[in-house]
């Protein structure tokens, strides 16, 4: 079976991967023709030529220049999760503003079958408006971020971000944008100007400056984003209560930082800055956290963002100390207090405007949030700074091409892959704490098995850690359209940093490409799969409530396991004819509604879902056994595995049938053979292998120990011969004595009668 399988791949592949897409830049002209000006500028009727490095096309009202369109991956790599690119049209004024963006091309699978386009298409309209050399509050509108598509809402935003920024400063669009000669030169922070002020010192002369919401206020900012849903859930109590009292400083600067911190804690802070990190001082109260709970299980501060003119920095658990009390005199008492060192890399200026970004969170469901940004602009007093310097020279070479000219404005920030693994230092230690201690489970596994009540305990919490934490919580569920996406890329422009982008399901799939050598596809589908952890706690429950259980005869159970291989095969031939149609085709599995939307979803992908579970209240894993595309899939190499750790007996089979009853997917034939590409590694039949309450072949060994020991022991040895002894009465006093037998007893008398 798997051999023909494995053949019928190869055979799919030298077909239909002939074909390799072309994937080549200057694509934007082939858009064009799908959407009209006025789309991407209102204020645009046509479209005029496409030309310059990088490619934008002109955009013309009654023949006059309005603004550029653009292509993001024309000018920045807009590569989604699907390893294909996100493909967006946006145009940009001549004052450096988007006017309008058009989702023109995507493959990403979440967005096809998940989250409706209509949410990715909202959120792109976000970025409307934004002047994206300009850090000023009107430039950051406030954007609604979709849940459930974390990678592909971060590949929006940095392409379409980071493109509008290399347009605008190769056209010169923008004011201060064409010559950097123009911008004031960079002034420093008067290291020799150091003393202590108290709290309304420092309030007084800018060096604290403060953000202060009201309920009212909040209302007012979501009641600016026109969204419904947050506008219909008003902060409850007084209107003028605080929601968050927000006091921020450049603590970097010696006056400031010793007056707020104290001279110990401001000597050990400057012993731990590098050259060119700014430090910066955050206290709040009120009922909104500035920390959040991000950065706990993410190591990311998604609730703040520092903003210098086109840079942004965000900060992670690395960069920040907790302070315990401000020590200025005269300062309030702060639940929250902390200290955020601007990361490597980042080039806070202290002589230069820099604003402080909140993001806001309001619940309008279940799982939906509505979010608005709010903030405060800071500049370090004059008194601090050091006098500007004067300007250089501007050197200009005329020889310089214009790609070196798009290469020398191109953004210093790590690639989105990196981000995105320092940003879930903590997710990713768990996963593989978890893989680690599953491995430990299979190389133990005989002594494991061998204390059955203490195994089950093990599996069942494992099985909840996947359900809960890795499937609801992380949606690190994978699915056959990671295997689609893999192959489809390998015949394009094939980069790891495609699949580097979500940092679980990457180190999932590593690790199951190693179990499939070394124990099958039973790691990933009956222990790291968390709609297969539903399935088997849904049969769990049910048995528990005296659901009757179903066994499908083996015969019939033979024919209809074929299905998921038959599903998978039909979807891995669709997607080398398209990809998206088979990405489609894939909803035929339920975990993205069952896992990644929490049922969160139109009714006929909930009633799907609950189908495809209800069966296994009766069969368990019905679904894993005979429709799962994934299992499927990773069923194809089982028999190419190293190790083969199963014991059995060879009564297994003939005349035992013990572990054939017992195993919940029936992957044990009627003749005692395991077969490798259903089995699940469970390791239920090996628990039965050791028990010497159910198995027979231990039961036997149990019994003739049992009386071998028996047979050893002191009680069954014969007790010697004791002569009976009689109570007589001697003076008055009972005493035991030795009973003669009749004859001697006779003679006795009639001596004393003689």
Same mark, same amino acid.
């Given at each position: 079976?798997?051999?023909?399988?494995?053949?019928?791949?190869?055979?799919?592949?030298?077909?239909?991967?002939?074909?390799?897409?072309?994937?080549?830049?200057?694509?934007?002209?082939?858009?064009?023709?799908?959407?009209?000006?006025?789309?991407?500028?209102?204020?645009?009727?046509?479209?005029?030529?496409?030309?310059?490095?990088?490619?934008?096309?002109?955009?013309?009202?009654?023949?006059?220049?309005?603004?550029?369109?653009?292509?993001?991956?024309?000018?920045?790599?807009?590569?989604?999760?699907?390893?294909?690119?996100?493909?967006?049209?946006?145009?940009?004024?001549?004052?450096?503003?988007?006017?309008?963006?058009?989702?023109?091309?995507?493959?990403?699978?979440?967005?096809?079958?998940?989250?409706?386009?209509?949410?990715?298409?909202?959120?792109?309209?976000?970025?409307?408006?934004?002047?994206?050399?300009?850090?000023?509050?009107?430039?950051?509108?406030?954007?609604?971020?979709?849940?459930?598509?974390?990678?592909?809402?971060?590949?929006?935003?940095?392409?379409?971000?980071?493109?509008?920024?290399?347009?605008?400063?190769?056209?010169?669009?923008?004011?201060?944008?064409?010559?950097?000669?123009?911008?004031?030169?960079?002034?420093?922070?008067?290291?020799?100007? @150091?003393?202590?002020?108290?709290?309304?010192? &420092? $309030? +007084? %002369?800018?060096?604290?400056? !403060? /953000?202060?919401?009201?309920? *009212?206020?909040?209302?007012?900012?979501?009641?600016?984003?026109?969204?419904?849903?947050?506008?219909?859930?008003?902060?409850?109590?007084?209107?003028?209560?605080?929601?968050?009292?927000?006091?921020?400083?450049?603590? @970097?600067?010696?006056?400031?930082?010793?007056? &707020? $911190? +104290? %001279?110990?804690?401001?000597? !050990? /802070?400057?012993?731990?800055? *590098?050259?060119?990190?700014?430090?910066?001082?955050?206290?709040?109260?009120?009922?909104?956290?500035?920390?959040?709970?991000?950065?706990?299980?993410?190591?990311?501060?998604?609730?703040?963002?520092?903003?210098?003119?086109?840079?942004?920095?965000?900060?992670?658990?690395?960069?920040?100390?907790?302070?315990?009390?401000?020590?200025?005199?005269?300062?309030?008492?702060?639940?929250?207090?902390?200290?955020?060192?601007?990361?490597?890399?980042?080039?806070?200026?202290?002589?230069?405007?820099?604003?402080?970004?909140?993001?806001?969170?309001?619940?309008?469901?279940?799982?939906?949030?509505?979010?608005?940004?709010?903030?405060?602009?800071?500049?370090?007093?004059?008194?601090?700074?050091?006098?500007?310097?004067?300007?250089?020279?501007?050197?200009?070479?005329?020889?310089?091409?214009?790609?070196?000219?798009?290469?020398?404005?191109?953004?210093?920030?790590?690639?989105?892959?990196?981000?995105?693994?320092?940003?879930?230092?903590?997710?990713?230690?768990?996963?593989?704490?978890?893989?680690?201690?599953?491995?430990?489970?299979?190389?133990?596994?005989?002594?494991?098995?061998?204390?059955?009540?203490?195994?089950?305990?093990?599996?069942?919490?494992?099985?909840?850690?996947?359900?809960?934490?890795?499937?609801?919580?992380?949606?690190?569920?994978?699915?056959?359209?990671?295997?689609?996406?893999?192959?489809?890329?390998?015949?394009?422009?094939?980069?790891?940093?495609?699949?580097?982008?979500?940092?679980?399901?990457?180190?999932?799939?590593?690790?199951?490409?190693?179990?499939?050598?070394?124990?099958?596809?039973?790691?990933?589908?009956?222990?790291?799969?968390?709609?297969?952890?539903?399935?088997?706690?849904?049969?769990?429950?049910?048995?528990?409530?005296?659901?009757?259980?179903?066994?499908?005869?083996?015969?019939?159970?033979?024919?209809?396991?074929?299905?998921?291989?038959?599903?998978?095969?039909?979807?891995?031939?669709?997607?080398?004819?398209?990809?998206?149609?088979?990405?489609?085709?894939?909803?035929?599995?339920?975990?993205?509604?069952?896992?990644?939307?929490?049922?969160?979803?139109?009714?006929?992908?909930?009633?799907?879902?609950?189908?495809?579970?209800?069966?296994?209240?009766?069969?368990?894993?019905?679904?894993?056994?005979?429709?799962?595309?994934?299992?499927?899939?990773?069923?194809?190499?089982?028999?190419?595995?190293?190790?083969?750790?199963?014991?059995?007996?060879?009564?297994?089979?003939?005349?035992?049938?013990?572990?054939?009853?017992?195993?919940?997917?029936?992957?044990?034939?009627?003749?005692?053979?395991?077969?490798?590409?259903?089995?699940?590694?469970?390791?239920?039949?090996?628990?039965?292998?050791?028990?010497?309450?159910?198995?027979?072949?231990?039961?036997?060994?149990?019994?003739?120990?049992?009386?071998?020991?028996?047979?050893?022991?002191?009680?069954?040895?014969?007790?010697?011969?004791?002569?009976?002894?009689?109570?007589?009465?001697?003076?008055?006093?009972?005493?035991?004595?030795?009973?003669?037998?009749?004859?001697?007893?006779?003679?006795?008398?009639?001596?004393?009668?003689?």
């Amino acid at each position: 079976m798997a051999r023909c399988l494995v053949a019928a791949l190869i055979l799919i592949v030298a077909v239909l991967g002939l074909s390799c897409e072309a994937i080549a830049a200057g694509r934007l002209g082939e858009f064009l023709g799908r959407i009209k000006a006025s789309d991407i500028d209102a204020a645009a009727d046509r479209f005029g030529e496409v030309g310059g490095n990088p490619p934008a096309v002109k955009l013309l009202k009654d023949g006059q220049l309005v603004g550029y369109a653009f292509l993001t991956n024309d000018v920045v790599d807009s590569t989604g999760y699907s390893g294909k690119p996100i493909n967006i049209v946006v145009g940009i004024d001549l004052d450096g503003k988007i006017t309008g963006a058009k989702l023109v091309e995507h493959h990403e699978p979440i967005v096809l079958v998940g989250i409706p386009q209509a949410k990715i298409e909202h959120y792109i309209d976000g970025f409307v408006g934004r002047r994206v050399l300009d850090p000023s509050e009107e430039s950051r509108m406030p954007v609604d971020i979709v849940s459930g598509a974390t990678v592909t809402m971060m590949v929006i935003a940095d392409s379409m971000t980071q493109s509008a920024v290399k347009i605008a400063r190769s056209r010169n669009l923008g004011a201060g944008v064409a010559d950097v000669a123009s911008q004031p030169a960079r002034r420093a922070v008067d290291q020799t100007i @150091s003393g202590v002020e108290s709290w309304q010192a &420092l $309030l +007084g %002369d800018g060096s604290v400056r !403060r /953000l202060a919401i009201t309920n *009212k206020d909040l209302d007012d900012l979501f009641q600016r984003t026109g969204n419904a849903a947050a506008i219909a859930r008003p902060q409850t109590g007084d209107p003028n209560a605080s929601f968050v009292n927000i006091y921020v400083a450049l603590a @970097s600067v010696p006056t400031i930082g010793r007056s &707020l $911190l +104290g %001279d110990a804690e401001y000597d !050990r /802070l400057r012993r731990d800055l *590098k050259p060119g990190q700014q430090a910066i001082l955050v206290a709040g109260d009120g009922p909104y956290s500035f920390r959040g709970s991000g950065y706990v299980r993410g190591g990311i501060f998604d609730r703040i963002e520092v903003i210098q003119s086109e840079s942004s920095i965000r900060f992670r658990d690395r960069n920040y100390r907790r302070i315990g009390a401000v020590s200025a005199a005269g300062a309030p008492d702060f639940p929250e207090i902390g200290v955020f060192v601007t990361p490597d890399g980042s080039d806070l200026g202290p002589g230069a405007p820099w604003r402080f970004q909140l993001l806001v969170q309001r619940a309008t469901g279940a799982l939906d949030k509505a979010f608005v940004t709010t903030g405060l602009d800071y500049s370090t007093p004059e008194k601090f700074l050091t006098a500007p310097p004067a300007a250089a020279p501007l050197v200009t070479s005329p020889a310089l091409s214009a790609a070196a000219q798009t290469a020398a404005i191109g953004e210093a920030e790590p690639p989105l892959w990196q981000r995105m693994w320092q940003a879930r230092k903590l997710d990713i230690a768990v996963m593989l704490a978890a893989i680690g201690v599953l491995t430990a489970i299979f190389f133990f596994q005989d002594f494991l098995v061998k204390w059955p009540r203490a195994f089950e305990r093990i599996r069942l919490g494992y099985l909840a850690f996947t359900l809960v934490w890795l499937g609801w919580y992380e949606h690190a569920q994978l699915s056959v359209v990671n295997i689609l996406t893999f192959f489809n890329s390998l015949r394009g422009d094939f980069r790891w940093e495609y699949f580097l982008r979500d940092p679980l399901v990457f180190i999932l799939w590593s690790a199951i490409a190693a179990a499939l050598l070394f124990w099958g596809r039973g790691a990933y589908c009956g222990w790291l799969c968390p709609f297969g952890a539903l399935q088997e706690w849904t049969n769990r429950v049910a048995r528990w409530l005296h659901v009757p259980q179903v066994r499908v005869p083996f015969w019939l159970h033979q024919r209809l396991w074929p299905f998921k291989y038959i599903i998978f095969l039909a979807l891995f031939g669709l997607s080398f004819g398209s990809l998206g149609l088979a990405e489609e085709m894939a909803e035929v599995e339920p975990f993205k509604t069952a896992i990644i939307l929490h049922f969160a979803r139109e009714w006929w992908f909930v009633l799907f879902a609950v189908g495809c579970l209800a069966p296994g209240l009766f069969i368990e894993r019905f679904y894993c056994r005979y429709v799962c595309p994934l299992g499927g899939a990773l069923a194809v190499p089982a028999r190419l595995r190293m190790f083969d750790w199963l014991k059995r007996y060879k009564e297994c089979g003939s005349p035992c049938q013990r572990c054939a009853n017992d195993c919940p997917v029936q992957a044990i034939h009627p003749e005692g053979t395991i077969n490798p590409n259903e089995c699940i590694q469970c390791l239920n039949c090996q628990v039965l292998y050791h028990d010497d309450q159910r198995c027979p072949v231990v039961i036997q060994k149990r019994i003739k120990r049992e009386k071998f020991l028996a047979l050893q022991s002191p009680s069954m040895l014969p007790e010697p011969k004791r002569k009976p002894r009689v109570l007589v009465t001697v003076n008055g006093r009972e005493q035991s004595v030795e009973r003669k037998p009749a004859a001697s007893q006779a003679a006795s008398t009639e001596g004393e009668n003689q």
